[in-house]
C-alpha cells in the first residue's frame, strides 16, 4: 500500500495530467471523430486509476500517428499529382519539424524533472506531448485540405 505522500503526490499528478489533456482535448473545436473517438480512449484509460498512466500515452500516441498516416493517405489520393508533390514536401519538412521538437521536449521534461529522464513520468509526458504535437498536424491537414 502507498504512503499518504506518495497518494496525493500520484493524485495531483493524475488531476494535472487530466487538466492538461482536457484543455488540449476542448482546444480543436471542428468536428473529427476519429480524434474525438481516440481523445475519449485516452480519458477512459488515464480515469482508471487500475490502468499504467504510461502506458494509455504510449497507446494513445500509436494511435494517433496512425490516425496522421491515414489522414495523409486519404488527403493525398483526392489531389492531382503536383499537389500530391507539394503536400509530400510540406509532410517531409513537417517530420524534420517533428523530430526537432521530440528532442526539444525530452531536453525540457528532463530539466523540469531535475535531471531525471529514466523514470515513468518522464516517458509518460514526452509520450503524450509528442501526441498532442501529431494530432495538430492532423487538424491542420485536415483544415488546410477539407473541402468546403
Same mark, same amino acid.
Given at each position: ?5 506518495a497518494?496525493?503526490k ?13 484543455i ?8 473529427n471523430?476519429?480524434?474525438? %473517438?481516440?481523445?475519449? @480512449?485516452?480519458? +477512459?484509460? !488515464? &480515469? ?10 504510449q497507446?494513445y ?42 528532442? %526539444?521536449?525530452k531536453? @525540457?521534461?528532463? +530539466?523540469? !524533472? &531535475? ?15 509528442n ?18
Amino acid at each position: 500500500m502507498q504512503s499518504i505522500p506518495a497518494m496525493r503526490k500520484y493524485s495531483n499528478k493524475t488531476s494535472l495530467f487530466s487538466i492538461l489533456f482536457l484543455i488540449s482535448f476542448h482546444s480543436y473545436s471542428q468536428e473529427n471523430k476519429a480524434i474525438q %473517438k481516440l481523445d475519449t @480512449e485516452l480519458q +477512459k484509460c !488515464l &480515469d482508471d486509476t487500475q490502468n499504467n498512466m504510461l502506458n494509455c500515452t504510449q497507446v494513445y500516441y500509436t494511435k494517433i500517428d496512425e490516425q496522421l498516416n491515414i489522414t495523409y493517405k486519404k488527403i493525398r489520393t483526392n489531389l492531382s499529382k503536383p499537389e500530391q508533390e507539394k503536400l509530400k514536401t510540406q509532410q517531409l519538412a513537417w517530420l524534420k519539424k517533428r523530430d526537432q521538437y521530440f528532442k %526539444k521536449v525530452k531536453a @525540457e521534461t528532463t +530539466k523540469e !524533472l &531535475d535531471g531525471e529522464n529514466e523514470s515513468q513520468d518522464y516517458r509518460m509526458i514526452c509520450s503524450h506531448k509528442n501526441a498532442l504535437f501529431v494530432r495538430d498536424r492532423i487538424i491542420e491537414l485536415e483544415k488546410t485540405y477539407s473541402k468546403n
